[in-house]
T-cell receptor, first 114, second 112 residues
Framework: NAGVTQTPKFRVLKTGQSMTLLCAQDMNHEYMYWYRQDPGMGLRLIHYSVGEGTTAKGEVPDGYNVSRLKKQNFLLGLESAAPSQTSVYFC?????????????FGSGTQLSVL | QKEVEQDPGPLSVPEGAIVSLNCTYSNSAFQYFMWYRQYSRKGPELLMYTYSSGNKEDGRFTAQVDKSSKYISLFIRDSQPSDSATYLCAMIPLQAGTALIFGKGTTLSVSS
């Protein structure tokens, strides 16, 4: 049981390049989330999904797009990377039932945009 | 005003000390309260989870919630060097389909 798996773990991009971060969970969770974590800013929600085929904006959605084509996968896309998107990105998932509010996190993706 | 306020520290204590970590919040709709622990270069992991006001104890850790004051605390007794990490409070309203709101985290260092 792997839990929440993020790929890649590290990536360096040049300004303007695009990339996709992949999150996969094997816990049959309904809800999935993408957060970014910056020094002094804590965890900030980028986008989230409450089920297959649905997505919603979080606190800092600009410059990112997401897709949830399969229940177990949640993709985060950067169409034109900017230095301000240098950050550590975390994916998380949780169930939809009462008492399932506990988030399970992946190990993170360190992204640097030069 | 941010929905969740947490003093970032850093907080440095000697081994064996009692540690108190705190968060305040402004949204009275928050119903579930959690503490996550995050080691350097790792994802956060759930440490404590509580729904109601009052205390919840798990080993050396005690989570305390005061909904009337909109204040939550995490106490660590007999702190160990292995407790050195960043502690994030998090909370969520009862409404389904919403997301956890995190505090900025408090960095704790326990010296031996």
């Amino acid at each position: 049981n792997a839990g929440v798996t993020q790929t890649p773990k590290f990536r360096v991009l040049k300004t303007g390049q695009s990339m996709t971060l992949l999150c996969a969970q094997d816990m049959n969770h309904e809800y999935m989330y993408w957060y970014r974590q910056d020094p002094g800013m804590g965890l900030r929600l980028i986008h989230y999904s409450v089920g297959e085929g649905t997505t919603a904006k979080g606190e800092v959605p600009d410059g990112y797009n997401v897709s949830r084509l399969k229940k177990q996968n949640f993709l985060l896309g950067l169409e034109s990377a900017a230095p301000s998107q240098t950050s550590v990105y975390f994916c998380a998932s949780t169930g939809a039932g009462a008492g399932d509010e506990k988030l399970f996190f992946g190990s993170g993706t360190q992204l640097s945009v030069l | 005003q941010k929905e969740v306020e947490q003093d970032p520290g850093p907080l440095s204590v000697p081994e064996g000390a009692i540690v108190s970590l705190n968060c305040t919040y402004s949204n009275s709709a928050f119903q579930y309260f959690m503490w996550y622990r995050q080691y350097s270069r790792k994802g956060p992991e759930l440490l404590m989870y509580t729904y109601s006001s009052g205390n919840k104890e798990d080993g050396r850790f005690t989570a305390q919630v005061d909904k009337s004051s909109k204040y939550i605390s995490l106490f660590i007794r007999d702190s160990q060097p292995s407790d050195s990490a960043t502690y994030l409070c998090a909370m969520i309203p009862l409404q389904a389909g919403t997301a956890l709101i995190f505090g900025k985290g408090t960095t704790l260092s326990v010296s031996s």
